[in-house]
């Protein structure tokens, strides 16, 4: 069946680093792929989406593309700040179906 | 910015216990949907709906009812809890499947506690 897997489940950075957060998906569809965040004591809130592959989608300073070759999906951010500190999800949905898979999340802490 | 109330916040029951758990979303959304989130495994879909009366079974349905009575509220019934659905509960809506519509909106989430 579909499936999103995250590796990594905690990333700690420095203030200014780079980010590059990766997910790797398994579909036999077209999916629709997105990078959700969950901040502290919050419900998680979508970050972007890309419908189509080696397009990129961007906010907020992050980027993400996916590329079907790989069947991968990354989120990137050249210069994190503190405020970023949160849990960043990747998800997944097959085209025109209304179930939304999530991955394992990633922990990001960023030291200031 | 889509409103979606989750009630209660928090919840304590015993093993064998009958909780309900309660969504609302004012927005017309036609999809809602119940994610328990678990260290480790994420955020996993139980049950979802695309409208009243309507039910579809998501990835980890076992032990959970789900009931859609209005365009507005979805239920979430554990009747005989387990130590094993301590969780944190999310419910999140949507408009719809189209482009402009697929964002999924989170309430702030129920705590269930199973001793």
């Known amino acids: 069946g579909d499936s999103v897997i995250q590796m990594q489940g905690q990333v700690t950075l420095s203030e200014n680093d780079f980010l590059f957060i990766n997910c790797t998906y398994s579909t036999t569809g077209y999916p629709t792929l997105f990078w959700y965040v969950q901040y502290s004591g919050e419900g998680p809130q979508l970050l972007l989406q890309v419908t189509t592959a080696n397009n990129k989608g961007s906010s907020r300073g992050f980027e993400a593309t996916y590329d079907k070759g790989t069947t991968s999906f990354h989120l990137q951010k050249t210069s994190v700040q503190e405020i970023d500190s949160a849990v960043y999800y990747c998800?997944?949905?097959?085209?025109?179906?209304?179930?939304?898979?999530f991955g394992q999340g990633t922990k990001l802490s960023i030291k200031p | 910015e889509a409103a979606v109330t989750q009630s209660p916040r928090n919840k304590v029951t015993v093993t064998g216990g009958n909780v309900t758990l309660s969504c609302r979303q004012t927005?017309?959304?036609?999809?809602m949907y119940w994610y328990r989130q678990d260290t480790g495994h994420g955020l996993r879909l139980i049950h979802y709906?695309?409208?009243?009366?309507?039910?579809q079974i998501g990835d980890v349905p076992d032990g959970y009812k789900a009931t859609r009575t209005t365009q507005e509220d979805f239920f979430l019934l554990l009747e005989l809890a387990s130590p094993s659905q301590t969780s944190l509960y999310f419910c999140?809506?949507?408009?719809?499947?189209?482009?402009?519509?697929?964002?999924?909106?989170f309430g702030a989430g129920t705590r269930l506690s199973v001793l």
């Open positions: 927005n017309s959304h036609n999809y």
């Open positions: 999140a809506s949507s408009a719809g499947l189209g482009l402009s519509q697929n964002t999924l909106y």
């Open positions: 709906s695309y409208g009243a009366g309507n039910l």
């Open positions: 998800a997944m949905r097959d085209y025109n179906q209304g179930k939304l898979i």
